[in-house]
């Protein structure tokens, strides 16, 4: 029981603190050699870049170390995936929004 219970959370563990390094090492980088985080708009790139990097660094040893609760999630968004092929399926409608009627009546 113990280990059961132990050996996922050690898993998560790892996987969140290397992905915080991959975080820091690169918001430190790109802070002080690409962006001027004085302006909004380049503290909004730092912001997206090392965001993106997190996650794919994260996800990548969360498949490497072979979480369980990853593959729970997966499976959980899977089933909202159907709505694309629901939506392509239907036909297109277009509703007039200027509030005018039609010409042709």
């Known amino acids: 029981m ?24 690169p918001f430190k980088i790109l802070d002080e050699v690409v962006f001027d985080t004085s302006k909004t708009v380049d503290l909004l790139a730092l912001t997206v870049a090392t965001g993106t990097i997190g996650m794919l660094v994260y996800a990548y040893f ?11 999630l997966t499976h959980l968004l899977e089933k909202f995936g159907p ?23």
């Open 83 to 105: 709505w694309q092929k629901i939506l392509s399926t239907s036909p297109e409608v277009i509703a007039d929004s200027s509030g005018k009627a039609s010409e042709s009546m």
């Open 2 to 25: 113990s280990r059961e219970f132990w050996l996922p959370q050690l898993k998560i563990l790892v996987a969140s603190f290397l992905m915080a390094v991959f975080i820091y090492l």
């Open 62 to 72: 969360a498949m490497l170390f072979d979480i369980r609760e990853l593959k729970m």
